[in-house]
Each structure stands twice: as C-alpha cells, then as structure tokens.
C-alpha cells in the first residue's frame, strides 16, 4: 500500500524567508503526488500536482514543489514566504492499486509564517 | 475552479439521532466522490467512495451500516451518521474529481462540523 510522511507538525518561518515543508512517500510504482492547502474551518485547495514530466512542479500562490526520486521526497517551497501563507498543508499520493482519483494523505503540517 | 458545496456547515445533534450532510458538486457533474473524516490532529482519513448509480465502497474498518452514503445524481452525494454517538463528532469532508481521467485534481467542500451530544 501507498502512503506519505509530513515529518513536521510545525514549520515556523519569517516573512520573506524561502521555507519548505517535507514530504516523503511510499509507492509501489509510479508515484502520482499531490500538494493541498488547508485554511481554518474551510476544505482543501489543490496547490499542485506530479504526474510526470520536470521533476519541479510549479503550482498556484508561488509554492513549486520539487520530485525527487532517489530520495523518495516532494517537499513543497516557496522563495518568499507571506504570512498569508500561514495554514495547514497536506501531501497526498493516488492510490494506483484502485485507480480512479483516490488520495492517501499525510498528516499534514502547520506552517505559520510570522512578521 | 470548480466548486464544491456541502451543507450544513456544523450541526449539533443528540446521541441517538440521525444526521445527513450533502455534498455537491455545483458546477461540474461527478460520478464519484469521497467521504473523508479529518480528527483533532489533522489527518484526513478516507472512509468511503460514493459511486453514481451504485454502491459506495468503504474503506476498511468503516461501518456502512453506520455511515449510509447515496450518490442521487451526478452532482449529489449524502452521508447519513445514523444513531450518531459522541465519538462520531468530527469534520467530515468531502471531495469530487472533475474529469475522466485518473490524475485530475480533487476539489474539495468546506466541511461539515458534527457535534453529537
């Protein structure tokens, strides 16, 4: 079975300052990865997606991430963070065993981006 | 981008009691959508796919006779809790993929808050 690791609970990180927060996965084949972005009391955004193709993946609000496969790694980046940017971010991988859309997400990881 | 609408947003309820949250898809038709369950420490938990025209399929550990789902149309699908207990409060979320293909993104609703007294 597939699954994703967020080692972080937190990431803290100065308006400005490039952070990143880390995902890690488990796949038996291709991996197909997704990044979502979760707001207070609100659904999930999609943020962006590896299918295939350059191993960084640029998506919505500035946040690339980049695909690594020898390091098993997709760890979302942005150069410059916002302190709009402050939320709850989920890694998630497609299931290939089911086919069809379903995701097996991590734990997700607050980051909070301070002035 | 599309939009996904679930209603209500929080319920209360007393134990015992049934609750049904609708999830729909308000701008795009999906034939299947997701039920997920997020706990106090984040992660979101996957409890069934609600099919159009059949069947949902529960993932495992998930009690289908507990948490009834009915995919109606192609752009409604509902969870009913039934005989809701204090351990089944929770945000439920659901999610629909618009498009055929495999790899499309999901989008997902607001969340509904169930509080069972």
């Known amino acids: 079975a597939q699954s994703v690791a967020q080692p972080e609970d937190q990431v803290n990180v100065a308006e400005g300052n490039p952070l990143t927060v880390k995902c890690t996965y488990s796949?038996?084949?291709?991996?197909?990865l997704f990044w979502y972005v979760q707001y207070p009391n609100r659904g999930l955004q999609f943020l962006l997606k590896?299918?295939?193709?350059?191993?960084l993946v640029k998506g919505s609000y500035g946040f690339e991430a980049e695909f690594n496969k020898s390091q098993t790694s997709f760890h979302l980046k942005k150069p410059s963070a916002l302190v709009s940017d402050s939320a709850l971010y989920f890694c998630?991988?497609?299931?290939?065993?089911?086919?069809?859309?379903?995701?097996?997400f991590g734990t997700g990881t607050q980051l909070k981006v301070e002035l | 981008g599309a939009v996904v609408s679930q209603h209500p947003s929080w319920v209360i309820c007393k134990s015992g009691t049934s609750v049904k949250i609708e999830c729909r898809s308000l701008?795009?038709?999906?034939?299947?959508m997701f039920w997920y369950r997020q706990f106090p420490k984040k992660s979101l938990m996957l409890m069934a796919t609600?099919?159009?025209?059949?069947?949902?399929?529960?993932e495992q550990g998930v009690e289908k006779d507990k948490f009834l789902i009915n995919h109606a149309s192609l752009t409604l699908s509902t969870l009913t809790v039934t005989s809701a207990h204090p351990e089944d409060s929770s945000f439920y979320i659901c999610?629909?993929?618009?498009?055929?293909?495999?790899?499309?993104?999901?989008?997902f609703g607001p969340g509904t808050r169930l509080t069972v007294l």
């Open positions: 609600s099919n159009e025209g059949s069947k949902a399929t529960y």
């Open positions: 998630a991988v497609r299931d290939q065993a089911g086919g069809g859309n379903k995701l097996t």
């Open positions: 999610s629909a993929p618009r498009g055929a293909g495999n790899y499309n993104e999901q989008f």
């Open positions: 590896y299918i295939t193709g350059d191993n």
């Open positions: 701008d795009f038709q999906a034939t299947t």
């Open positions: 796949v038996s084949g291709n991996p197909y």
